[in-house]
């Protein structure tokens, strides 16, 4: 969730990089180095941060926004940290590949090393604090799960227990670096013995069979491209010796044609890509894979060069291409983290053009995406709309604009605490929208005021609140006890209508059960408008079952005939 408070979100992303690269990398306090890059990772981040805050719209939501904003921050670390710690270790010399590999899986070793700490640790106290709620003490989880503090806290400690094994334990890094390796010189012919097989597949097959499946084809084809090129690059220098080649001739052929064939891979990545947003047009989400798939395609030019070119040493200029593709991961980073590649712009810009050209109709237009995924200017498109004649001429079509608008997470919840009932969800505007059936009373003022609570619980009745007429209510007396118990029917979905039967127990009205008029029962006999005007016009009764329930002493149970239909 994004921290609305802006020292909050700036304290969280500069309390969480600086230290780590700080401890990563340090030698000695008086290395002029260490302190100029902290320096230049502060402006870095802290112009990132600024731009995300920005873009922040204030709702409660896991979306894209903040999940890819972290995810850079990683990305740009874990890309341009080893060169920072390769500087600091040899501030004079040329920075040679074989340094970056080493502390690449250095890094990469801590980081598995502190998930597994964290899983261990976070198993171990939900393991305490479930024991003890066992006997009724929930001070334990209480303290675990539901206080910031200590969270923060314990991640903090679960790191530092990394770092430190991993800065005081070489020989443990080496010893797991070494067992990695040759797992992954295992996994690669067979990798590579798919990636020739499936490309030899396809002039037998044909392309048109992944036309279908565009989205998935894309994935799994850049999946596959950057895969390969990770274990290449993981097994790649971790030979004996700089000049001895780490298979035989044959496993290494499979492999080098492997990586001549990898740029198809990333080709057709890019025509599935392209193909699916000249349909779809952009979102945050595919400028994200457009700049991954480019990057892909960058990368398997690269190492299909990498064959071709004449060497006694295997795949010798992967040391400098990869030194090129970290800086060019590392600036992608930033761009598409600036107003230069923007990509809540470039996409919320491209839907609203094709909407107003016609190429998406009004219902098509995808109405979560702006509100969660495009930051501010989605949700200022969202406002846009409801000045659009076209879009608001459809009353339905009004309402889940209205909807979208004032919820707080695409899953439905409309206010940052669900406790609270939204300002637009309360008893006035509840009886002024929601029609009395004809000679029903108002039901009492205590049922008018439970209807929010019942929104936050997920009950879809917020139609009723959005939209005049849309729901109507009656009463009846259901259990022959003298009260009638109030029926809300809902039928801003013609489709989709239902009705609520709500009785109190306890000094609180609950939802006891719920009517659907899509079942076999009622479809064919009547639509959703004659249900309505019956309804309006008191034509609802209770009707007695004929079939009894079953007692047992002073136990009843309850029997449903299911068979009688």
């Not at 020739?196 to 491209?225: Q, R, Y």
């Amino acid at each position: 969730m994004i921290p609305h408070s802006s020292a909050l979100l700036y304290t969280q992303v500069l309390s969480g990089s600086l230290p780590l690269i700080f401890v990563l990398s340090v030698n000695t306090l008086r290395d002029k180095i260490l302190w100029k890059a902290l320096l230049a990772y502060t402006v870095i981040f802290v112009a990132m941060t600024t731009w995300v805050k920005w873009n922040d719209a204030g709702v409660k939501d896991y979306g894209s926004l903040i999940g890819t904003f972290y995810l850079a921050l990683f990305l740009m670390v874990f890309v341009t940290l080893p060169w920072l710690q390769a500087r600091i270790n040899n501030p004079s010399s040329p920075i040679d590949y074989s340094e970056l590999h080493g502390y690449i899986w250095k890094n990469t070793i801590t980081v598995v090393l502190t998930l597994l700490v964290s899983g261990l640790m976070w198993g171990i106290l939900s393991l305490g604090a479930g024991l003890f709620k066992l006997i009724g003490i929930d001070f334990f989880y209480e303290l675990f799960f539901r206080h910031e503090i200590f969270m923060y806290l314990a991640n903090a400690l679960i790191v530092a227990i990394g770092v430190l094994i991993s800065r005081t334990h070489p020989k443990l890094i080496i010893t797991v670096r070494n067992l990695l390796s040759l797992t992954v010189k295992g996994l690669l012919p067979l990798l590579s013995f798919f990636a020739l097989i499936f490309i030899f597949s396809l002039p037998f097959t044909g392309i048109e069979a992944l036309t279908d499946k565009w989205s998935s084809a894309t994935t799994l084809l850049t999946t596959m491209s950057l895969l390969l090129a990770l274990l290449v690059n993981a097994i790649y220098l971790s030979s004996d010796g700089i000049d001895k080649k780490p298979y035989p001739n044959l496993i290494r052929y499979i492999i080098n044609g492997s990586l001549l064939v990898l740029p198809i891979y990333a080709i057709l990545s890019t025509y599935y890509l392209g193909q699916r947003i000249v349909q779809y047009g952009w979102t945050p989400d595919r400028l994200r894979a457009s700049v991954i798939v480019g990057l892909s395609l960058c990368l398997t030019l690269a190492y299909a060069s990498a064959v071709v070119r004449k060497n006694n040493i295997w795949l010798h200029s992967l040391g400098s291409i990869n030194k090129k593709i970290m800086w060019l991961i590392a600036v992608a980073v930033v761009l598409c983290n600036s107003p230069i590649i923007d990509p809540y712009r470039i996409s919320v810009n491209d839907q609203m053009n094709r909407y107003s050209t016609g190429k998406v109709s009004p219902d098509d237009l995808d109405l979560v995406m702006l509100r969660f995924d495009s930051g501010r200017r989605g949700n200022d498109a969202l406002q846009a709309l409801r000045s659009d004649v076209k879009f608001v001429s459809d009353p339905r079509r009004k309402l889940k604009l209205e909807k979208t608008i004032i919820q707080t997470t695409r899953w439905g919840s409309y206010g940052d605490d669900d406790k609270k009932p939204y300002a637009a969800f309360t008893p006035e505007i509840a009886r002024k929208n929601i029609q009395l059936a004809a000679g029903t009373p108002s039901p009492e003022s205590t049922w008018w005021e439970s209807l929010p609570k019942d929104i936050s619980r997920g009950n879809n009745i917020s139609e009723c609140y959005l939209m005049a007429n849309a729901c109507v209510v009656t009463t009846l007396d259901l259990n022959n006890d003298g009260n009638k118990e109030p029926i809300l029917c809902n039928f801003s979905a013609p489709k989709e209508a239902f009705c609520q039967i709500y009785a109190q127990r306890a000094g609180k009205w609950h939802v006891v059960s719920r009517i659907n008029f899509d079942d076999d029962v009622t479809k064919d006999k009547l639509d959703s408008t004659k249900i309505k005007d019956a309804i309006l016009n008191g034509q609802l009764k209770a009707v007695p079952k004929e079939w009894s329930d079953i007692q047992i002493q002073d136990t009843t149970v309850h029997v449903s005939y299911y068979n009688l239909r």
